[in-house]
């Protein structure tokens, strides 16, 4: 009996005492219980990963969305400032076509009565004019009859 035998014998017993002890399946259940939780984990990370996308998929269609919103007020926007740029040219020319018209009635007023000053004056020395022919040649009572019954008609086709 060498150590070789006596090794073989110590390893038999070791043996023996490991399943006398079940020692093996403790192992295989502390292993299965690893390899569960492990299983769990996986499982875990998985349903984690697929909410992760979800968010990711959500964010990302809320973005696209934001995106399409800012274009759309931009574009509102730009169609407001048009219609007020147009509304501020139409009104702007509607002022200026107000104040030219009344610019000229202003002129065409200051013309009559220009015109119709120009015409009184003319009339008052065609008055002192005759006025003073007559005085001339006509004696004093005929000429002041004659000279007030002209006046009074010159003045009544005035007005």
Known sequence: MDATFWALVALIIFLAVLVYYKVPGMMNQTLDKRAERIRNELEEARELREEAQQLLAEYQRKRRE???EAEELVAAAKREAKIIVAEAKSKTEE???RR???AEQKIAQ???DAVNEVRARAVDVAIAAAGS???EKVDGKVSGTL???SLKEVKSKLN
């Open 133 to 135: 022919i007559l005085a």
């Open 95 to 97: 002022y200026v076509t």
């Open 66 to 68: 934001a995106e399409q």
């Open 147 to 149: 000279f007030e019954n």
């Open 110 to 112: 200051a013309e009559r």
């Open 100 to 102: 030219t018209a009344l």
